[in-house]
């Protein structure tokens, strides 16, 4: 099992910028790949960004391209979501997840979720 616990979530204002993070225990490794998905009230859970094991491989959503950027520290355990330029429209709980097989843009590849933490983006 791996628990993962997000942070650095909370209210900003449109063009302003958040870092969240996301810390894993348990059976951690550092050859798991990860990702950020995101779920605004009434819709799905949708990707947001996605890292393979080493850092070489580096996956968005279009929407944020250019904004958010998804880093990893193996020493530590954690992945980070850098996000710049916020819009209203970012405005979800954000989920950091472990992925297991499958595409790094299908959130059913992924095994393990943290249990999100809230960004509200306001204009």
């Known amino acids: 099992q791996v628990q993962l616990v997000e942070s650095g979530g909370g209210p900003v204002q449109a063009g302003g910028s958040l870092r969240l993070s996301c810390v894993a225990s348990g059976r951690t490794s550092s050859t798991y790949a990860m990702g950020w998905f995101r779920q605004a009230p009434g819709k799905e859970r949708e990707f947001v960004a996605a890292?393979?094991?080493?850092?070489?491989?580096?996956f968005y959503t279009d929407s944020v391209k250019g904004r958010f950027t998804i880093s990893r520290d193996n020493a530590k355990n954690a992945v980070y979501l850098q996000m710049n330029s916020l819009k209203p429209d970012d405005t979800a709980v954000y989920y950091c997840?472990?992925?297991?097989?499958?595409?790094?843009?299908?959130?059913?590849?992924?095994?393990?979720w943290g249990q999100g933490t809230q960004v509200t983006v306001s204009s």
């Open positions: 890292m393979n094991w080493s850092g070489g491989s580096t």
């Open positions: 997840a472990v992925k297991g097989t499958g595409s790094y843009y299908n959130r059913r590849s992924y095994d393990y």
